[in-house]
C-alpha cells in the first residue's frame, strides 16, 4: 500500500469517527454539506480522496474548522 493510500484510509476513518461523534448519518452529512451521499462512503471506505473545496463543505456540514477534518494520526 502506498504512502498516499495510506493517508487516505486515515483521513477515511477519521471522518467517519468525528460524523459519528456528531450523531450524523451518511445521508444527513449528504444533505448539510452539499456532496453527494456516494461520495461520503467513498471517502470514509478510503476509496476516494476530497478536494480542498470537498474538505471545506464537509467541514461546514460537520459544524468543525477544516483544520480539524486533517487532525488525524495513521
Not at 13 to 23: I, N
Request: glycine share 8%; proline share 3%; hydrophobic share 35%.
Amino acid at each position: 500500500m502506498s504512502k498516499n493510500q495510506e493517508y487516505i484510509n486515515a483521513f477515511g476513518k477519521h471522518l467517519k469517527k468525528l460524523r459519528e461523534q456528531k450523531g450524523l448519518t451518511q445521508e444527513e452529512l449528504s444533505n448539510r454539506s452539499g456532496q453527494a451521499f456516494s461520495q461520503i462512503g467513498r471517502f470514509e471506505r478510503g476509496v476516494r480522496s476530497p478536494t480542498l473545496s470537498t474538505l471545506i463543505a464537509i467541514a461546514n456540514g460537520l459544524d468543525v474548522h477544516p483544520k480539524k477534518l486533517l487532525d488525524f494520526d495513521f
